[in-house]
């Protein structure tokens, strides 16, 4: 009790836990489907998930980092913090009880930390942060292609899917008992039907990750340079269309390209 | 006590019974002397009687106060009393489960195994053998204030109606016999035990004691409880205090929805629905008090 930070937290336990609750949904757990839901455009081709990126990167590289750090790194490790101070307050007992909710619970924390851990390497792999440490091997303008050659080796695919699972276990159980914390579900009958939709949104969300996955190993010899082509292609109509819109006196409306327009296929492939 | 004589009798007359050899029931039981002391396993063994459940193992041991090697020990203490799971204080470990030692019958039990292990709870400090401090789980109670408040002896009439929905609403939380299986099976309930410091005196240690539990988990049968009582027109006058608890240090957003707690319940009290309501009751009053203040 002496100790200031202890009893800060011990008189805002309330408050904290509820904003632990809620973080898992918003933002990170909202980062963590738009996320999935985005790598697994690929599905629909290099083409269309370069779109993506370059939207999700269309709000300037000087505002992304603010925004990344803002509504996902901060609320994440918020979130992993008070995460392990809760599994470091509980005392798992699914060897004498093994309920499934029971089983749920010790999977809830251990899937948490291995979706930490997973996370931590993520980032280091793909993301630009990473590259002082030898990874960031993301490049948001080649995304498919050198998100496949990251990916690829077996080691790292088995690794990511096992991440992926994790992941999404973690929000999908989350999002059933953040419905009984915040008391959305109460009666057992709404708490079963409320875990059916849990179920279904896991198993999507899985689908969604393992699937995006299976895209990028997809993308090897013949395949990976088409992707390449795709990605450059791209990448020279953002740059002409960069020039015009900001060059000065050479725009002009007439050819100035459709915000928005498929590029690519404007191209034929 | 009748039980424990008769017990005798046929516990002697099985030993005299000369080269026929009687069905024996083994158990071993998790001992310990003195409260903070160590503690040690001991194996006894009974004579088996149609019926039997753990306390009458447990008469039998304390009768013959011996051993499985024949050693006489002091014989083993636990807690019982009504021998019908409606007293709540025969909780122990059987076989590694928390449940109510009365309604444990013995031949159930060695179906599962050959042995019958029995250990105190392990979320209450042991007082001796399996008889534990459970003084927690009624702090708990206290904590959440689970009673109505009348506090005097005028006559205020008669009180507000109940209508049988609300009864029968309330009635399975009302069942709660304190027997503390919740709280021993919850994976977010943990042991706080307290000791007394060399030259602390009795009022400061129990000051201390009861800092340590107010900062712990209030359990399940308290947020029963509380949402038990709010639910009462009376007893719903203080329901803001109830909630001002549940929403403080170690109150309901400790719960980590492991769901044990209703699953052990020997009373098949529905814990669970009482934890989302009492989520959701926390929910509306820590809004309230954001915009209210």
Not at chain 1, 42 to 67: K, M, N, Y
């Amino acid at each position: 009790m002496s100790d200031p930070a202890e009893s800060f937290l011990a008189r805002h336990q309330f408050l904290i836990y509820r904003l632990f609750s809620l973080s898992g949904l918003v933002p990170v757990g909202a980062f963590l489907v738009v996320h999935l839901l985005t790598n697994a455009s690929i599905l629909a081709g290099p083409g269309t998930f370069q779109s993506r990126v370059d939207l999700i990167h269309s709000i300037g590289e000087r505002v992304l980092p603010i925004v990344e750090w803002a509504f996902i790194f901060l609320p994440m490790l918020f979130h992993a913090t008070v995460g392990f101070v809760i599994i470091a307050n509980g005392l798992p007992n699914v060897g004498s009880y093994p309920y499934v909710g029971n089983v749920r619970y010790t999977l809830q924390r251990a899937t948490g930390m291995i979706a930490f851990v997973f996370i931590i390497g993520h980032v280091i792999h793909l993301h630009w942060m990473g590259k002082p440490l030898g990874g960031g091997q993301f490049d948001p303008h080649a995304a498919s292609s050198s998100a496949a050659v990251a990916i690829q080796p077996a080691l790292a695919s088995a690794l990511y899917a096992i991440g992926v699972l994790c992941a999404v276990f973690h929000f999908a159980n989350g999002l059933w008992t953040l419905g009984i914390t915040w008391g959305l579900w109460t009666s057992p009958a709404a708490m079963r039907r409320a875990n059916a939709v849990s179920i279904v949104v896991g198993v999507a969300l899985a689908a969604a990750g393992l699937g995006s996955l299976a895209g990028l190993q997809g993308l090897r010899g013949q395949k990976l340079d088409d992707a390449r082509a795709i990605e450059a292609n791209m990448h020279e109509d953002r740059e002409a269309r960069e020039r015009l819109l900001h060059g000065g006196d050479r725009a002009t409306s007439a050819v100035r390209p459709a915000v928005g327009a498929p590029v690519a296929d404007s191209r034929g492939g | 006590m009748i039980k424990a004589v008769e017990t005798n009798g046929h516990a002697s007359n099985a030993e005299h019974d000369g080269g026929h050899v009687a069905r024996r029931v083994r158990v071993r039981i998790l001992r310990q002397d003195v409260a903070g002391g160590e503690s040690y396993w001991e194996r006894f063994e009974v004579p088996h009687e149609p019926n039997m459940n753990v306390i009458s193992v447990l008469q039998k041991v304390a009768a013959q106060a011996k051993s499985q090697d024949g050693r006489a020990v002091a014989p083993v203490a636990w807690d019982c009393s009504c021998l019908e799971e409606v007293c709540g204080s025969c909780t122990m470990l059987i076989n590694g489960r928390t449940r109510m030692a009365c309604s444990a019958l013995v031949d159930k039990l060695l179906d599962e195994s050959e042995e019958i292990e029995l250990r105190p709870m392990s979320k209450f400090p042991v007082v001796r053998d399996l008889v534990v401090d459970r003084r927690r789980l009624f702090r708990s109670l206290e904590r959440v204030q689970a009673w109505v408040p009348v506090d005097d002896s005028y006559d205020h009439g008669p009180g507000p109606r109940i209508s049988p929905r609300e009864q029968e609403d309330a009635y399975p939380l009302s069942t709660c016999i304190s027997c503390g299986c919740c709280l021993e099976a919850c994976p977010q309930f943990t042991k706080i035990e307290v000791v007394r410091r060399d030259g602390e005196s009795e009022a400061d240690f129990v000051k201390r004691r009861k800092a340590a539990f107010d900062a712990g988990f209030v359990g399940a049968h308290a947020i029963s409880q509380s949402m038990l009582f709010n639910a009462h027109p009376t007893g719903g006058m203080i329901a803001g205090e109830r909630l001002e608890t549940l929403t403080g240090q170690g109150g309901i957003q400790v719960c980590g929805n492991a769901q044990n707690c209703v699953a052990v319940c020997p009373k098949s009290i529905p814990l669970t629905r009482s934890i989302a309501r009492a989520g959701r009751a926390a929910t509306v009053w820590a809004i309230k008090k954001l915009f209210d203040r």
